[in-house]
């Protein structure tokens, strides 16, 4: 698609839907992060919005396709998630579905600070972490009880494609001695329909605002397991503790407060029951994150080893505790971590004695 053509895309389905005058000229900014949507910051005279739009190939190394349908299920997901946390999700200001294209607020970088951004420049707020849990379980506790959910989140081919195929199946063939176990997580997953999962609960796709955090981005919205969303965030903050060891304890004190904000809104089921599920689907997702579709870009390859080592010793263990694997992870993860820089150091230091 040249340069051109989304210009005009989206200036035709801005002024279609009243939210461009005759005459105005839109500036469209692409926006970086994400690897599913193109998605553009469109300034007009007075006013900022962004457009979305979904693609058919995501932007990995791996061939990855996906329904651009998946559009709709992130705006119905929006409409929904509007009603039970206005504040927490961007407005939506109109949608075309024959275009696959929505317009929803701009959120200024300056006050609502992508979370990931913040971890990994060392600010470590577990209040926010908190405050992340205690929203997505909101958002689970409403759709379980909404009798409308179900049907209008009937999107399973959708999560087959965007995480049960890149996550699971791919992961289980880099890992052929444990794709028995990862493939029965898979099914188990995949035949769990108890709230509405937003399917990407990643800190690149939370924002922390004034008021709370704001969850963007949920393409894989399905009516499913909610376990899955709780393991998809607690995920980020274990991969986060190898590459900031020195924030380790604050890391490990914002999963615990993560699962604290959460656990007080689960009331569609036994509390022990999901947490079981969590504690499976944990150390998957964090070796999905080294051997699936879409690996994390921030770690070296050490500090892949030290994940995927770590993760497929857990997952030999399927009955430990969520809270046992939370600790022995960060405990593990700072421990080796401290070797490897120890170990970096000692070959830079040989190699300057031999150039010397």
Known sequence: MSGAEPKARVQEFLSRHGLMDPGEEATLTPLTGGVSSDLWQVSLPGRTLCVKGALARLKVAQEWLAPVSRNRVEYEWL??????????????????????????????????????????????????????????????????????????????????????????????????????????????????????????????????????????????????????????CLNHLLLKAVILPDHAAQLHQSARMLLEGYAKHIDWERAADLMGRVAALLPLLTLARVDGASPVEYLTPPQR????????????????????????????????????????????????????
């Not at 294209?101 to 926010?128: E, I, N, R």
């Not at 009955?319 to 820089?341: F, K, V």
């Open 79 to 232: 409409q929904f998630a509007g009603t039970v946390a206005a504040t927490h999700v961007p407005q939506v200001l109109a949608y075309d579905e024959h275009d696959g294209l929505f317009a929803m607020q701009f959120l200024p970088p300056t006050d609502y600070p992508v979370w990931k951004d913040q971890l990994l420049a060392g600010h470590v707020d577990a209040v926010a972490a908190f405050d992340v849990g205690d929203l997505v379980g909101r958002l689970h506790s409403a759709s379980a009880k909404d009798s409308t959910t179900a049907g209008r989140f009937a999107t399973d081919d959708n999560f087959d494609a965007l995480r049960i195929e890149p996550y699971f199946r791919v992961t289980a063939r880099a890992n052929p001695d444990l794709a028995d176990r990862i493939l029965e997580l898979a099914a188990l997953t995949a035949g769990t329909h108890l709230a509405v999962v937003h399917g990407d609960v990643s800190p690149k796709n939370i924002l922390l605002g004034p008021h709370g955090p704001v969850l963007l981005d949920a393409e894989c919205a399905w009516f499913g397991d909610p376990a899955f969303d709780v393991a998809f």
């Open 305 to 356: 080893d030290l994940v995927r080592g770590n993760a497929r010793a857990l997952l030999n263990r399927p009955d430990a505790a969520i809270d046992t694997i939370i600790d022995e992870w960060m405990l593990a993860a700072r421990a080796a971590t401290t070797q490897i820089s120890a170990s970096a150091t000692s070959v830079s230091v040989k190699s300057k004695e031999q150039t010397a």
